[in-house]
């Protein structure tokens, strides 16, 4: 009996890696690393909190979401505004994003500021009452997973916001997670959840392969390691 279905699909796979940009394309939204969206969403079901308050996902959103702590990492789930500060380029200048800034918080290691169109980078909120990041082992360069539906995206906390909004990531992090990343418009109001490892450090802080490579190794860990998800007291570290 001749395939019908099972052959056509491969058929048109092979045809569509045939199409210019259609291999990069697809790479760009491939999930990075060996590790799981639901395994790595299993260890963060549970929160234990570790923010003296909540943030809000945008200026006019209620105060709900709860910065929350295991020995290993820090995460939150929130939305994903776009971040289109550092490095002028096409897609992120002053004519894309009326509110774009030539500088990120944090640096390259030649110096020069982020690029956040081709680097894979998610931003904290600017220390307060409610938490400070550098309180609990996070730094410029910490690694971060981010899940977005079955995607893992790993890159680098790169740039800090404002102190009361949590859930913002670089235009080149929405691009690879299949999330709009215009400044203007882009973004998404469903579910993104932020997995940050504590004391790590991606180096150079430019490089999304070192970032993957160091990303999947600590996720590896992460999940071989339940009993301690929601378990643990921000006063013990």
């Known amino acids: 009996m001749p395939c019908l279905r099972a052959c056509v ?25 060996s590790v799981t969206a639901e395994e790595l969403l299993a260890e963060v079901r549970h929160c234990t909190r570790i923010s003296d308050g909540l943030y809000r996902s945008d200026e006019s959103a209620p105060a709900g979401i709860p910065v929350c702590g295991t020995r290993d990492a820090v995460f939150w789930t929130a939305d994903m505004d776009i971040d289109c500060d550092g490095q002028y380029s096409a897609n992120c200048n002053e004519d894309t994003d009326p509110n774009f800034q030539p500088q990120t918080a944090f640096t390259q290691s030649d110096g020069a500021y982020l690029d956040s169109d081709q680097l894979p980078f998610v931003v904290v909120p600017m220390a307060s009452e409610v938490w400070d990041y550098s309180s609990s082992g996070i730094r410029g360069g910490s690694v971060a997973a981010v899940i977005h539906g079955d995607r893992v995206l ?6 800090i916001g404002p102190s009361e909004i949590i859930g913002e990531a670089s235009y080149a992090a929405a ?63």
């Open 9 to 33: 699909v491969p058929a048109a796979a092979a045809l569509l890696a045939t199409l210019p940009g259609a291999a990069t394309a697809a790479a760009r939204t491939a999930s990075e690393g």
């Open 154 to 159: 790993y890159g680098v906390v790169g740039d």
């Open 175 to 237: 691009e690879r997670l299949g999330i709009a990343p215009g400044p203007e418009g882009g973004g998404t109001d469903s579910e993104v959840t932020y997995i940050v490892f504590r004391d790590s450090q991606v180096s150079p802080i430019e490089s999304h392969q070192a970032a993957v490579a160091l990303g999947d190794r600590l996720a590896r860990e992460f999940v071989g390691h339940r009993e301690q998800s929601g378990e643990w007291d921000e006063d013990e570290d």
